[in-house]
Structure formats: C-alpha cells, structure tokens
C-alpha cells in the first residue's frame, strides 16, 4: 500500500505563486510516472502535469509555460510549480502516482487532494 499526502494548497491572488508537494510512502518499491490532475466544481477531472521517473514531463495547454512538475526520486515526491495563476485554475488539485510492485504489477494510488483558490 502507498499513501500519497498532498500540501501547500492555499488562497492567492491573480498572478501570484504557489508550490504544491506530494509525498508517497509505505511499501514502495519503485514509483512510475507522478502526476497531478485537478477538479474544478462541477467540471471533471483533468489532468494538469505529468513526469515520468526519468524527467519527461507533459503539460495541460491550459498551464504551459506557466506551471512546472518536478520530481525527487529519492523522496519520492512531486512538486507542482505554479506561476503567473489565473482565476480558472481553482480547484482541487490531486496528486497521483503509478507504483511498480517487485512482482511487476502496476497499481494506481491518489491523494487527498489539495485546495487552489485563485482570486481575481
């Protein structure tokens, strides 16, 4: 089993920075690609950023050049770098993680979920 705990959600102001960080524990052996997907009311869920245990990364249109995903495979942690927010990027942001067991198989882990509120 693999929890993922998410953190650093918060109330800012058009144009400003937040950074958000995911922390998977438990009995890891490897984790696969990282990602954070965000909800916004009444919308689905959709996938903001992905990187894969190598570095590749993949963005939403809707961020590029505005957020960043990194990782640490050492601590086993996402961070999402966002910058210059908007109004409609509030939501719920979720931290997700594809976790490789040593007997090959893949299974899918999710956080919490973490509050960004943008005000205009």
């Known amino acids: 089993q693999v929890l993922l705990v998410e953190s650093g959600g918060d109330l800012v102001q058009a144009g400003g920075s937040l950074r958000l960080s995911c922390a998977a524990s438990?009995?890891?052996?490897?984790?696969?690609?990282m990602a954070w997907y965000r909800q916004a009311p009444g919308k689905q869920r959709e996938l903001v950023a992905r990187i894969t245990r190598g570095g590749s990364t993949d963005y939403a249109d809707s961020v590029k050049g505005r957020f960043a995903i990194l990782r640490d495979n050492s601590k086993n942690t996402v961070y999402l770098q966002m910058n210059s927010l908007k109004p409609e990027d509030t939501a719920v942001y979720y931290c997700n993680a594809l976790h490789l067991t040593s007997s090959r198989s893949l299974s899918e882990y999710w956080g919490q979920g973490t509050q960004v509120t943008v005000s205009s």
């Open positions: 438990g009995n890891i052996f490897i984790i696969n690609d």
